[in-house]
């Protein structure tokens, strides 16, 4: 079973005035950071659920 704690936190959002606002595609933090959640949510939301699950 997993335990809460070996679970990392998901990636932050990024704050606005990050943004440069030059057009940069795919290296445009904003799209960092949605590869970098989608990557969060697919290794760990099974894992997340079965902790939810757990303490039911």
Known sequence: ???PNDIP???EPPEDYECCDNGCDDLCV???YK??????DAKYAHLI???SASDE
């Open 49 to 51: 659920n079965d902790v």
């Open 9 to 11: 936190p998901p990636p």
């Open 30 to 32: 904003f799209e960092i």
């Open 1 to 3: 079973m997993t335990h």
């Open 35 to 40: 590869m970098q959640k989608a990557d969060y």
